[in-house]
């Protein structure tokens, strides 16, 4: 038993190394005292007196922001804010968080592993914690924050305000489709929407409202004053942060005269982050990728300046802002300001040279397994590359997406052995796709075993599955209690599928309660029965 215990106090997790940071919750900041630009805040043009953060405008939301914070304070979970890259995510966040909650300590992990880390450092000291997610994503993992971490942050009534940029969110809670492709083929963007679907997002808009505006107008400050008169199509705080004027920027560069080998380098980086290879990235990797871009621009005729020149450029601090490469604890190695990436246009393909350097440049086999999800659909040979290599170095997820890659491009032998491989490798979903390509070469009784055997170890998708493949062969009290089994799971097709088959039995009063109960409601000719369930 202790006594009174003064000074800092170290937390330590069994087994487990705690990042120094993590360790001490009573050395975190307080709320109250934590600056605007550590929590993230886009820097904008200095004033007089060297402020780079505006003075805060009050946004339509704030209300709502509030509100859930602080029942998150009481109550424990998360409070997610979404909107495009410097719509004003983090800022309003920031500003909700120290009206609400002054006197707490604020943590902000480095990823999924330090999150959950921090959370059973917190559920071990009686002091008031706050989490900061600025970026969900790079914390929606199976080893972060998954289901049942959203559960425990509940049970240990701890708050969490995060934000998430549109493009991020639209990739982790897209609609299933039959592939699978975009979620369910993957553990993590799996986990990734199953806490989205848990939570009901603020959604904050670029471009601001009439009231908004009106607020704006109210400040005596000459750069909110500037950026009123001068926005344009642009949002305020996109304005501020000076987004749209470093795009022109960039691509005005490639010109004769301009900075050419500068905007390749930029535009090299912003097409690396579009292929999934995550930042930072080394000065060498930028100079072996930006050829290509510099050739099509012109190349030798537009009189490129030299390498040091064109990074000196592309890193100079604009409108006291940002750079368009930004700077990093190391100095070899850049980010590139995200607003750029966000505001490529998908329609306009990287080049398959940039994906071949993506690739070299990946050794790390669930980063392979990330690049592979990038190509999947506008470059499956390089996607097919990236996941035998992730499969080869033991990544399940890899073996998993190659099996759905070979099976859409109608490689069934091939696709067969990859999801036997991922099965035996202990994957959690690869035997229900398994299951449902044995079912489509014919082999019946092969696949019924198999949806069995991952309808037992709690996979609901295969107890559906199985529910369809009994109804295909008419036997419908078989699929009756497969169809009840999977919607008491809680699948979202089986209690709609369940109605279609009473209906077919002449069970019509049962059909109808089943119908009513349903949470997908489809037409009988479009019901899912068979359909691959990734």
Request: net charge negative.
């Amino acid at each position: 038993m202790a006594g009174t215990i003064t000074g800092p106090v170290t937390f330590t997790t069994a087994g487990k190394r705690v990042p120094a940071y993590l360790q001490d919750p009573l050395r975190w900041p307080v709320v109250g005292s934590w600056h605007a630009l550590a929590a993230g805040t886009h820097r904008s043009r200095p004033d007089d007196s060297g402020d780079a953060v505006p003075p805060y405008v009050p946004r339509d939301h704030d209300a709502v922001i509030r509100t859930r914070l602080t029942r998150a304070a009481d109550e424990g979970g998360l409070v997610l804010v979404v909107g495009d890259s410097t719509a004003g995510k983090t800022r309003a966040c920031f500003e909700a968080l120290r009206a609400q909650l002054p006197e707490h300590r604020v943590v902000a992990p480095a990823g999924g592993p330090d999150l959950l880390t921090a959370v059973e450092v917190i559920g071990r000291t009686a002091a008031r914690c706050v989490v900061w997610l600025d970026d969900l994503e790079s914390c929606l993992s199976p080893d972060g924050l998954e289901p049942g971490l959203l559960a425990e942050l509940v049970r240990l009534r701890i708050p969490v305000l995060a934000t998430m940029r549109h493009q991020q969110f639209e990739i982790f809670a897209a609609p299933e489709t039959d592939s699978g492709v975009r979620t369910e083929h993957s553990r993590t963007a799996t986990t990734g929407a199953r806490v989205l679907r848990q939570l009901d997002p603020v959604e904050l808009d670029r471009i601001w409202s009439a009231g908004e505006l009106e607020r704006a107008g109210e400040t005596e400050d000459d750069r909110i004053a500037d950026a009123l008169a001068h926005h344009g199509p642009y949002g305020i705080a996109e304005y501020l942060a000076a987004g749209p004027a470093l795009f022109q920027e960039w691509h005005r560069a490639a010109r004769p005269e301009g900075h050419p080998r500068a905007a390749a380098l930029i535009a090299a980086a912003v097409d690396l982050a579009r292929t999934g290879l995550r930042p930072p990235y080394p000065l060498d990797l930028l100079t072996s990728a930006h050829g290509p871009y510099l050739t099509a621009a012109g190349g030798p005729l537009l009189r490129p300046e030299p390498l040091d020149a064109a990074l000196t450029w592309a890193t100079r601090r604009r409108h006291g802002v940002t750079s368009m490469l930004v700077p990093t604890q190391d100095p070899n190695t850049w980010n590139v300001f995200d607003y750029l990436t966000d505001h490529t246009h998908t329609p306009v393909p990287v080049p398959d040279t940039t994906w071949h350097i993506a690739l070299l440049h990946t050794t790390d086999s669930e980063d392979l397994t990330r690049l592979g999800l990038h190509a999947h659909d506008v470059e499956p040979a390089i996607a097919e590359l990236c996941y035998r290599r992730a499969a080869e170095a033991g990544d399940t997820d890899g073996m998993f997406n190659l099996g759905i890659l070979l099976a859409d491009t109608g490689r069934t032998d091939e696709a067969e052995a990859a999801y036997r491989q991922a099965v035996e490798a202990g994957h959690p979903d690869a035997m229900v796709n398994f299951g449902v390509l044995v079912a489509a070469s014919g082999r019946r009784g092969e696949a019924e075993a198999i949806c069995r055997q991952a309808a037992d170890a709690g996979h609901s998708k295969a107890t559906f599955n199985l529910g369809n493949l009994l109804a295909r062969e008419g036997r419908t009290d078989d699929a009756e209690a497969a169809y009840r089994q999977a919607a008491d799971a809680g699948h979202p097709m089986a209690t709609f599928n369940l109605g279609v088959l009473l209906t077919e039995m002449g069970r019509i009063d049962e059909a109808e309660t089943a119908f009513g109960r349903a949470s997908a409601p489809e037409t009988p000719a479009t019901r899912g029965r068979g359909a691959r369930q990734g």
